[in-house]
């Protein structure tokens, strides 16, 4: 196959993917979901995920990182990266006495980054920015008449991508990520009665979000030597404000509306569109640094969010902004080690990695008494995570060109901060394929 007919297909791919992606949900089962935006997803591709998801002092020219738009500057005017992640992931919850296991899998990410001048890299993409995925509930019982109750979201939120960077001056970079954010996010609480034939009433809450979201990088690097350097990185991502508006419905049904999607409900009780309601995604911070020489490479990031007091509308959870959510802060660190880049050895030019993470959350839930139905105020969460993987990389003969595929496995624990919350265990297998093109080479002959 020839190189126009390659690069072709490889367009083609991305634009079927991306439309693909458009009309999917992402998956996940986790009852936090149910407050603020769902579980935030953190931009980091591949490699960098299988290094505990470091990303802001990381700069590569054969990898796309999203993290920190002043990377782009560093690929090379004759190279064209198509970067795709998938995942499944095993997600336990625990409440001390039940367990239940959900298995779920996505197609994560998908990305391209080449040059447009010496010094000048671009990048597009789309990847997830929050998940929303539960289904959880309770037997109870009203006048003599007992019903099972359940608590269902669906939805999240993703990011199409556009970035810029420009290394202006030898060894500094800086850059920027425009993004547009959107997504569909739905609650819905179910009543079915079990001892008679009444009819089933869904009260449910959407909304959509539409806007634009930006983030500014910066990247400067020393060299010790020839072989070796570090990289300090720092982002900030303004404060935005969208406005949606929540739809609340209340219907009764003859079936479950869960199991049969399509079924028209026998009586709509109530059907109303709030105002447009206020959203916030506030501002946060990163900076980070990387170590590299022609073996190893280590690094730590550290990002802060300021997600105190930020506007929500209280209808979708009956909580203040004052209780609602909490300024996150994240740690990663990882590394990675080949034993000899230029081996003939395959074995040899294997990637080796492996990462650590720390967060606390960024929202707060709702805690009740399972025995007395009594409110015990709100909590949160810690989350501890390792990831470890390898690189594989495969070279085209014809160009000398090297592509990865990257596998990493990943542990993470959501360690509640109440008694009566509920642990969450996620065991998670990505696999990443980072295809190395030489584009934009003019030959010298016809």
């Keep these: 196959m020839n190189r126009t007919k390659k690069r072709f297909f490889s367009l083609?791919?991305?634009?079927?993917?991306?439309?693909?992606?458009?009309?999917q949900e992402v998956g996940s089962n986790s009852p936090y979901g149910r407050y603020g935006y769902g579980l935030l997803s953190n931009p980091s591709?591949?490699?960098?995920?299988?290094?505990?998801?470091?990303?802001?002092?990381?700069?590569?020219?054969?990898?796309?990182?999203?993290?920190?738009?002043?990377?782009?500057?560093e690929i090379d005017t004759l190279t064209f990266i198509f970067d795709l992640g998938v995942s499944g992931q095993m997600t336990r919850l625990g409440?001390?006495?039940?367990?239940?296991?959900?298995?779920?899998?996505?197609?994560?990410?998908?990305?391209?980054?080449?040059?447009?001048?010496?010094?000048?890299?671009?990048s597009v993409g789309l990847l997830p920015f929050s998940k929303v995925g539960?289904?959880?509930?309770?037997?109870?019982?009203?006048?003599?008449?007992?019903?099972q109750e359940t608590y269902r979201g669906t939805g999240g939120l993703s990011q199409v991508y556009g970035g810029i960077a420009w290394e202006p001056f030898k060894n500094i970079s800086v850059g920027a990520n425009i993004s547009y954010l959107f997504g569909n996010i739905t609650y819905s609480?179910?009543?079915?009665?079990?001892?008679?034939?009444?009819?089933?009433?869904?009260?449910?809450?959407?909304?959509?979000?539409?806007?634009?979201?930006y983030d500014l990088g910066v990247q400067y690097t020393y060299p010790i030597d020839r072989t070796s350097s570090v990289t300090l990185g720092a982002v900030y991502t303004p404060q935005v404000s969208p406005s949606a508006v929540v739809y609340p419905t209340e219907m009764l049904y003859t079936a479950d509306p869960y199991?049969?999607?399509y079924s028209s409900p026998a009586q709509i009780q109530k059907t109303d569109t709030a105002a447009a309601q206020t959203f916030e995604i506030p501002q946060s911070f990163g900076l980070g640094a990387t170590y590299m020489n022609a073996h190893l490479l280590v690094g730590i990031d550290g990002t802060y969010q300021l997600w105190k007091d930020a506007s929500y509308p209280s209808l979708l959870d009956g909580m203040t902004d004052a209780s609602r959510f909490n300024n996150r802060y994240r740690i990663n660190a990882g590394a990675e080690y080949i034993i000899d880049p230029l081996s003939r050895?395959?074995?040899?030019?294997?990637?080796?990695?492996?990462?650590?993470?720390?967060?606390?959350?960024?929202?707060?839930?709702?805690?009740?008494?399972?025995?007395t139905n009594t409110s015990l105020g709100v909590g949160g969460y810690k989350e501890y995570g390792i990831n470890f993987g390898l690189g594989l990389p495969f070279r085209d003969n014809l160009s000398g060109r090297v592509s990865m595929l990257n596998i990493g496995f990943g542990y993470s624990r959501q360690q509640p901060e109440k008694s009566n919350m509920i642990k969450q265990d996620m065991f998670k297998i990505s696999v990443n394929m980072n295809i190395n093109e030489l584009w934009f080479f003019k030959r010298q002959f016809n």
Excluded: C, W
């Design 12 to 23: 083609i791919a991305f634009l079927t993917i991306t439309i693909v992606l458009f009309a």
């Design 45 to 73: 591709f591949g490699a960098s995920e299988a290094m505990g998801g470091i990303r802001y002092g990381l700069r590569r020219s054969q990898q796309v990182n999203p993290g920190n738009p002043a990377s782009y500057s």
């Design 95 to 122: 409440d001390g006495s039940n367990i239940r296991d959900y298995y779920n899998g996505n197609l994560d990410y998908i990305a391209m980054q080449f040059p447009v001048f010496k010094n000048v890299g671009v």
């Design 134 to 147: 539960y289904n959880y509930g309770a037997t109870r019982s009203r006048e003599s008449i007992q019903y």
């Design 189 to 213: 609480t179910v009543g079915i009665p079990t001892s008679t034939s009444a009819l089933i009433s869904e009260s449910k809450q959407t909304y959509s979000i539409h806007h634009l979201k």
């Design 259 to 261: 199991k049969y999607p």
């Design 345 to 371: 050895n395959f074995f040899q030019r294997i990637r080796f990695r492996g990462g650590v993470s720390y967060s606390n959350s960024y929202i707060n839930v709702n805690v009740k008494d399972p025995a």
